[in-house]
């Protein structure tokens, strides 16, 4: 039994960028996405919370924030020298309760085994699974012109749930534009997202795997 780090929780500060990053940087949910400008939004909406070692040093990371009906957990990292020690299990257990969410949800990579096994170990279940393309980088409108998709009103969204500027959601709360053929259907996220039908080259989330496409795996966990 590998012995257990005790740590205590504080608010990450400016002063904790490099740290943080450095801990972050390689984690695949994060490889899409300009890692600065998420450290600063991160820095100014919700709880960006560090775990910081008896030697004062952060030895790992988590950002949670409240959506219309979850607290939405993102970017945990622990220092790659401490991992499986308990680290991560205890931040996300802290978050959890500092937010005082009663559902929490949690997108991993399917590659990412640590990240699967550590929700899978605090108690989510999956509810969603979608397959993210890198490509050419295009708006949902430009996408749908190229495609000769039009706006369309009205139309049903298959699916649990869809993906915006990597957050989950579930369908029902998507308010804006769909574009479609009737058998193709766009959402207006950032990028693309492909409630049906799929278009190579492009990069975009879809609901149906594709060649060379990487499936994220959402999880949720609902407290009593
Ligand atoms: C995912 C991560 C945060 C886990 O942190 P950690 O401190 O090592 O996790 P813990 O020690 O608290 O593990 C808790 C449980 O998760 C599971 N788990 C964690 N890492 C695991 C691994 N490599 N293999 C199998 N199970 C694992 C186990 O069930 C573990 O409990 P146990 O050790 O009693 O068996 C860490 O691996 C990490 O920083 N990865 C890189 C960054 C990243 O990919 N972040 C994810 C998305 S942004």
Redesign the pocket.
């Known amino acids: 039994m590998?012995s257990r780090v005790k740590v205590s929780f504080a608010r990450v500060t400016a002063d904790d960028r490099e740290a943080v990053l450095s801990?972050?940087r390689?984690?695949?949910?994060?490889s899409h996405v300009d890692i600065n400008a998420t450290f600063d939004r991160w820095l100014r909406e919700g709880y960006f919370i560090k775990a910081v070692d008896s030697d004062n040093r952060i030895v790992?990371v988590l950002h949670a924030r409240q959506l219309e009906d979850a607290v939405w957990m993102?970017?945990?990292?622990?220092?790659?020298d401490?991992?499986?020690?308990?680290?991560?299990?205890?931040?996300?257990a802290y978050v959890m309760e500092l937010t005082g969410g009663k559902v929490f949800r949690v997108m991993?990579?399917e590659r990412?085994?640590?990240?699967n096994?550590?929700a899978?170990?605090?108690g989510f279940k999956e509810v969603d699974r979608v397959y993210f393309s890198d490509g050419a980088r295009v708006t949902a409108p430009e996408l749908a012109r190229r495609l000769g998709l039009d706006e369309a009103k009205d139309v049903s969204l298959e699916g649990p749930g869809y993906v915006d500027s990597w957050t989950w959601r579930p369908i029902e709360y998507y308010r804006g534009r769909v574009f479609s053929n009737g058998q193709v259907k766009v959402l207006d996220t950032d990028p693309p997202f492909f409630v049906a039908g799929d278009a190579d080259g492009y990069m975009r989330f879809s609901r149906q795997r594709a060649a060379y496409s990487e499936a994220f795996i959402v999880y949720e966990l609902r407290r009593a």
């Open positions: 590998l801990i972050l390689g984690a695949p949910e994060l790992g993102e970017g945990i990292g622990v220092s790659s401490i991992r499986r020690k308990g680290v991560g299990r205890q931040l996300a991993a990579s990412n085994v640590p990240s096994a550590l899978l170990s605090l």
